[in-house]
């Protein structure tokens, strides 16, 4: 099937146990779709993780992993968040090389971007931002005149808007 | 409260389950458990010679009653030797719960002897599994995968148990769970109304209807609803080679089986179709050609358990997600209180037409096999249906011989046919026919089967002498790997790669003989109903009946592939639609 392929949230409550995260991401790599980002850790009750993945593929695709996905015992439940309207967030630290001229260009696009610096030394700013992943793409494409030395980034995680919640 | 050491809880709580046999080999990490089985009456242990024969006969056991089949293996190579069976199980949907012994938890992680990582060799072929970490969570993990196993759309489960939790150092305060409930899991079981409504419309108003119907009206006791619905319509009906008996295999509504081998009536009115109600059936690649040609004209209606099953390869117009008895039962219902009846002018040009059909190019109207004087696969099959009384419960291998079985033994009754479907595991047959043999002591069991197949799980005439299994082995004998063979033939111009043996058969005769059973060897065409019937005449033997049939002959009707639909097939060697 050649649809279309349309980038996705997927959001899911699960059992925080022992085996219960390679189940989810085996049902990715078995049928050879690739995770984007992923993000997991416990929720207000301990025994529940909440993992949220993005993942790209075509209307079929993502049908079939959601309702394989919910067919897991270990999965309690699960929203495809970007069927409706929702915030979505992503944690990026960078370590750039900052020296001279750069340091004040820099520090510009960190406030352009609403980041912050969080590490310094005499030659390296080390900095935050948060925001949706393509916010986070373009800072570092902002700051591409600098040498980056290192990126981390959290991987997508996501909330629906309004009354609507993923809860037991 | 009483007290008991992890080994006996785990074999206790088998037995507070009702679980009758385990089907096991005995290994270093699975000691403890084995010093228990040892000590309690009730659950027996039946041993036999290669882990993966015991999957098999559990497969065996549980497609013949409908309860989950029990596994006991030791860790490491115990554990994967088993896998074949549990990937078999979890292609079919066969409830099964396989306990596996592991290295003490503190070696866990250690290569230590023996250790497999069972939990993730096996996690892609299972419905579900547990670690056992603490021996005091040994009932409701027992209790629970049998629920998971048998609930739902039916699967193996896994319980992989560190030797230390088995230990009879530590006793425990025992108790066996009444009930589960598991958070996360509901299977399906109600449709909904509106949907069934709306397929029973649909239904009503279909001018060539066709009832497709799958294992998972086997898997979910709907047998009587699907006679019902059938009856109460007069709608024909097909089934998957999963399906068979579901629908007698004898009715006049029957079209035979449907797919790949299926015969020429239904898969050309698969074809042409306008509705088509699918029930417990997944639209197999084996049964749909390619999907891009599948019966255009027809709109679908899709019932089963599994909602992953649902527009997964084809897409249903209706879907409807709960257990098919279920469904069906409010399907006639509706149709009880319905004032609506099919259109009877339609409905009798669609006979007319699929009769016509039948008559032109059917299976079973004229022998649609060329005389040879050699004797043919497929007559051996009518000839076992004549002397078995068509009543038998048959497993078979994976090859030629099973779909000349499901094309020429009329299956009557659910839970009679029992063979690998989804994965068409060679080295199936014996050993599921142990397991079904155990299942219906009284019953006649018969291993339809190939000289290669059979040679997967040979070992097991061994348990067959151990326990008095008296099953019955019926080897198309063609020299060949004759699937592998007939694809050389139609594919690669008839170089038959690595398809032969060379003259290296072993002599069965001699083979059984050492086994302490009874071989017999048929040559002769005039020989083979007398033969099969001396054969079934000993009623406590395991009777292997190496039978030597044509070589040169195919499965027909086979569809064209690649890019065929349903109704595009060969029909024999030079006829094709
Ligand atoms: C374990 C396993 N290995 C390989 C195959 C591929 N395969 C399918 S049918 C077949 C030939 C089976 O030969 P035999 O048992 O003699 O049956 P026949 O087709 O000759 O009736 C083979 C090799 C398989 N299905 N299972
Ligand atoms: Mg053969």
Known sequence: MSEKQSKRIISLLMENAPGALSRVVGLFSQRGYNIETLNVAPTDDASLSRLTLTTIGSEHNIEQITKNLNKLIDVVKLVDLTEGSHIERELMLVKVKATGALREEVKRCVDIFRGQIVDVTSTVYTIQIVGASDKLDAFVQAVSDAQILEVVRSGVSGIARGEKVLSL | MEMLSGGDMLVRSLQDQGVEYVFGYPGGSALHIYDAIFRNKAVKHILVRHEQAATHAADGFARVTGKAGVVLVTSGPGATNAITGIATAYMDSIPMVVISGQVPSEKIGEDAFQETDMVGVSRPIVKHSFLVKDAAEIPEIVKKAFYIAETGRPGPVVIDVPKDVTSPAETFPYEYPKKVKIRSYFPAEKGHSGQIKKAVQLLLEARRPVIYSGGGVVLGDA???????????????????????????????????????????????????????????????????????????????????????????????????????????????????????????????????????????????????????????????????????????????????????????????????????????????????????????????????????????????????????????????????????????????????????????????????????????????????????????????????????????????????????????????????
């Open chain 2, 223 to 577: 047998s009587k609803q699907l006679r019902e619905l059938a009856r109460k319509l007069n709608y024909p009906v097909t089934n998957t080679l999963m399906g068979l008996g579901a629908f007698p295999g004898t009715d006049k509504q029957f079209l035979g089986m449907l797919g790949m081998h299926g015969t020429f009536e239904a898969n050309t009115a698969m074809h042409h179709a306008d509705v088509i109600l699918a029930i417990g059936a997944r639209f197999d690649d084996r049964v749909t050609n390619t999907p891009e040609k599948f019966c255009p004209g027809a709109k679908i209606i899709h019932i089963d358990i599994d909602p992953a099953s649902i527009s997964k390869t084809i897409q249903a117009d209706i879907p409807i997600v709960g257990s098919v008895q279920s469904v069906l039962s409010e399907m006639l219902e509706l149709l009880a209180q319905s004032k609506e009846s099919p259109d009877e002018q339609a409905l009798a040009d669609w006979w007319q037409q699929i009769e016509d059909w039948r008559g032109r190019h059917g299976l079973y109207t004229k022998n649609r096999f060329e005389e040879t004087g050699q004797i043919k696969p497929q007559e051996v099959i009518q000839a076992l249906h004549e002397v078995t009384g068509g009543d038998a419960i048959i497993t078979s291998d994976v090859g030629q011989h099973q779909m000349f079985t499901a094309q020429y033994y009329h299956f009557n009754r659910p839970r009679q046919w029992v063979n690998s479907g989804g994965l068409g595991t060679m080295g199936f047959g014996l050993p599921a026919a142990m397991g079904a043999q155990f299942a219906e002591r009284d019953q006649q069991v018969v291993c339809v089967t190939g000289e290669g197949s059979i040679q997967m799980c040979i070992q097991e005439l061994s348990t067959c002498t151990q326990y008095h299994l008296p099953v019955k082995i019926i080897c198309l004998n063609n020299q060949a790997l004759g699937m592998v063979r007939q694809w050389q033939d139609l594919h690669y111009d008839g170089r038959y790669s690595e398809s032969l043996y060379e003259e290296s058969l072993p002599d069965f005769e001699k083979l059984m003989e050492a086994y302490g059973h009874v071989g017999i060897k048929v040559t002769e065409r005039s020989e083979l109903k007398s033969k099969l019937e001396e054969c079934f005449a000993m009623k406590d033997r395991v009777v292997f009946m190496d039978i030597y049939v044509d070589q040169s002959e195919h499965v027909y009707p086979m569809q064209v592939a690649p890019n065929g639909a349903m109704r595009d097939m060969w029909l024999s060697k030079t006829e094709r639609t």
